[in-house]
């Protein structure tokens, strides 16, 4: 278990939501995340590029098998160095507000 360690980059409200929404996943289009966070895709593309630069999500391109045009999709994932730090982050506000770990978090 890693030990719980507060992440200034992580705690944006919308980077934090961007990692608690790739967490239990192994990838998620750019266009759902969009939706889900509520936000424009260049609001998502500025605080995806902060979790990139740190090494923290990864972005890769693949072309869509139900459309037949030549749009691709982008699919975002947690890196395991990403994983690693949103979970030390959740840790560290858990021992914040004094609250248990009840999601075997790692």
Known sequence: ???????ELIH??????ICGLLRPVD??????????LKISDATLSKHLKALVVAG??????????????????????????GRA????????LQEITGLPDRRGIQ
Do not use: Q
């Not at 944006?12 to 939501?17: K, S, V």
């Open 56 to 81: 923290y999500v990864s972005s890769t391109k693949a072309a869509s098998l139900d459309r037949n045009d030549a749009r691709r999709l982008t699919w975002l994932s947690l890196t395991p160095t």
């Open 85 to 92: 730090a949103f979970n030390a982050h959740v840790r560290a």
């Open 1 to 7: 278990m890693a030990e719980a360690a507060f992440d």
């Open 12 to 17: 944006a409200p919308i980077r934090l939501r």
């Open 27 to 36: 990838r998620l289009d750019f266009a759902v995340m969009r939706d889900a």
